[in-house]
């Protein structure tokens, strides 16, 4: 079958290539082809070839490539940090949310994600530059990327040894088939295109679609009463970049019932976060507003729309946190953004919730 001779001939540069263009963020299907591959060496290795050999040597080499396509954008993590997050999240379909899930992945394991990421669709090509950016050391990347590089690779060519008689029987149909295979998976990749797509608009559709802007949020800080601002980004966002709006409130939009339960519905409210088209602020102001709240919204551009506006932002320390050193300064910034709240005891009450959920303390907003 011409397959296995491409394979025999050509395998573990077929391999390289693409492990490494899929590392890069090409769209192309690594395992697959390591799936192939397996599938062929054992075909070959029941007529008499070798088996193992040839298995370990491919492996190899998808590591290999591997390794090397994900030093790119570890290099470029490394180097310009939160902007090389917000380059290759434009390369996933799924890139509203992918970085801000890697952020608490990472956060929670640091950089032995890498050991599983190829298994999770977006979380490896996210994951590696923000390895860079989070510091981590260059023999402890390579030695965990490769871990989990080989790890994946023996699960791809596991399945094609297994299951190689059903898989030659596929090939030789596809052989037979000709053109007509081609215009098959065509078909399907576009297929899978436009359902992520059509995933994808639904989902705006049910966001909230009101929006203020940077504008807008600094004429209202100058008024009575000054809007609540929170800033839902996650700890590891805040990390790679320490800044934040002044008077904003560290929030969680995964404890939003502690602050639907707890809190006054009648002042106005905005949201930032840092992920594309402002969803996961779109998605907390349109559970807000269904749990009552009257006024909320999300800030059109985030962080960056307002930097890029020229306004002051308020600085954090290397933990996240805002930079106050002096019992002034801490109540200079409370006074900035006052949260009220229904009562005294619901202001006890809320404030005790949220600092057991992971927020800051009142006198720290």
Not at 55 to 81: H, I, M, P, S
Not at 151 to 159: A, I, R, S
Not at 276 to 297: H, I, L, Q
């Amino acid at each position: 079958m011409l397959l296995h001779q491409l394979v025999d001939r050509f395998g573990p540069a077929i391999v390289f290539i693409n492990v490494m263009g899929s590392a890069l963020g090409l769209p192309v299907p690594a395992m697959p082809t390591m799936i192939i591959v397996g599938a062929s060496i054992a075909l070959t290795a029941v007529n008499g070839g070798a088996f193992w050999s040839p298995l370990l040597g491919v492996l190899c080499v998808a590591v290999a490539g591997g390794v090397l396509g994900d030093l790119v954008w570890f290099q470029g993590g490394r180097r310009y940090g939160d902007k090389t997050l917000k380059t290759i999240c434009k390369l996933s379909l799924s890139r509203d949310t992918c970085v801000k899930k890697t952020e608490r992945f990472f956060g929670r394991w640091g950089v032995r994600v890498l050991l599983v990421a190829k298994f999770i669709p977006g979380l490896s090509l996210v994951s590696v530059p923000l390895a860079g950016a989070m510091g981590v050391k260059l023999r402890s990347f390579i030695a965990h990327d490769g871990a989990g590089i080989a790890l994946w690779g023996m699960v791809g060519l596991t399945v094609g040894v297994v299951f190689a008689a059903q898989l030659e029987m596929v090939f030789a149909m596809i052989s037979q088939l000709g053109r007509q295979a081609v215009m098959v998976l065509a078909v399907l990749l576009a297929i899978y295109v436009a359902y992520r797509w059509w995933r994808r608009r639904a989902l705006m559709a049910t966001l909230e679609k009101a929006r203020i802007s940077v504008d807008e949020l600094y004429a209202m800080m100058n008024d009575q009463p000054l809007p609540v601002i929170f800033d839902i980004r996650s700890p590891e966002k805040r990390m790679l970049d320490p800044f934040t709006i002044p008077g904003s409130m560290f929030a969680d939009e995964r404890d939003l019932a502690k602050i639907i339960e707890n809190y006054d519905k009648s002042r106005k409210v905005v949201i930032y976060c840092s992920c594309p088209n402002e969803v996961s602020a779109a998605w907390m102001a349109k559970t807000m507003r269904n749990a009552g709240f009257r006024d909320v919204v999300p800030l059109t551009g985030g962080l960056d729309a307002w930097r890029l506006a020229g306004f002051d932002v308020a600085t954090l320390t290397e933990f996240g946190e805002l930079a106050a050193t002096t019992p002034e300064e801490v109540a200079e910034m409370a006074a900035m953004c006052p949260w009220p709240v229904k009562s005294a005891a619901a202001s006890s009450a809320g404030s005790a919730s949220l600092h057991e959920a992971g927020f800051p303390h009142g006198d720290r907003a």
